[in-house]
């Protein structure tokens, strides 16, 4: 089964082996819903979830002192597929989109192929790598990607004049 990267350890926390996690999910309270984690290869029952101001801190099972917790620093925090939410309609995960076609709604053309998903505010933005090189990027909103397509791996988008090179 495939792990979920959703955080990593960033440091220990005061005595009673909690760790501070930086949460990579984009929903920290998802930890609450969790009763275990895998850290690197090993699986951990969640006890005690709370929060200091953006970082989650989870007291794990089996760690009970600061040294425990400190051996865990720097590891990245996963779930397992099982684990995942569902997803409202036209949401997907970003693991989901990347390497999916990428063509134009108007004529069909394959554009190239989704390398990445910047998130730098409120809406995300599609990276493609065109199939003649280079990269344009895509802004995630209605007006430029039109359909979605998982089950034939497709993205169906509209550009304007000017953005493709």
Known sequence: MEKIKIGRVVNAVALRGEVKVYNYSGYKERYEELTRII???KEYEVEKVRYQQHMVILKLSGIN???AAESLKTKDVYITEDDLLELPEN???IRDLIGLAVEDADSGKQLGKLKDVLQPSSQDVYVVELAGGGQIMIPAVSEFIKEVNLKEG???????EGMIP
């Open 65 to 67: 002192d600061r040294n």
């Open 39 to 41: 850290v690197d290869d």
């Open 91 to 93: 949401t997907f995960y």
């Open 154 to 160: 497709v993205i169906s988008v509209h550009l304007i």
